[in-house]
Nanobody, 115 residues
Framework: QVQLVESGGGLVQPGGSLRLSCEAS????????MGWYRQAPGNERELVAD???????NYADSVKGRFTISRDNAKKMMYLQMNSLKAEDTAVYYC?????????WGQGTQVTVSS
């Protein structure tokens, strides 16, 4: 059974940093495009950033220059380094793994940016 487990969320002040991690139990992690999505109350889930099997990255305009996505295929891990956090970054952040018709989600981790 595939599991994606996020960690690293929490409460941080505006301007601060957090690093999210996603541990995946998929069998061939390197084949998957991995992504971070977020959902704030009253909003739809939106893509934050994703990274392909080849290491290509894509970012939402709202996080470009502040967030960095990365992956470690040997450890089956994905990361999101979030710097210069803003109140509008407050949301539940979800890990996603997709390959062909397969599409998996983690349970989410809360990120709250507040003074």
């Amino acid at each position: 059974q595939v599991q994606l487990v996020e960690s690293g969320g929490g409460l941080v002040q505006p301007g601060g940093s957090l690093r999210l991690s996603c541990e995946a139990s998929v069998s061939i992690f390197s084949w998957y495009t991995m992504g971070w999505y977020r959902q704030a109350p009253g909003n739809e889930r939106e893509l934050v950033a994703d990274i392909t099997s080849g290491g290509g990255t894509n970012y939402a305009d709202s996080v470009k220059g502040r967030f960095t996505i990365s992956r470690d295929n040997a450890k089956k891990m994905m990361y999101l380094q979030m710097n210069s956090l803003k109140a509008e970054d407050t949301a539940v952040y979800y890990c996603n793994a997709r390959y062909s018709a397969k599409n998996y989600w983690g349970q989410g981790t809360q990120v709250t940016v507040s003074s």
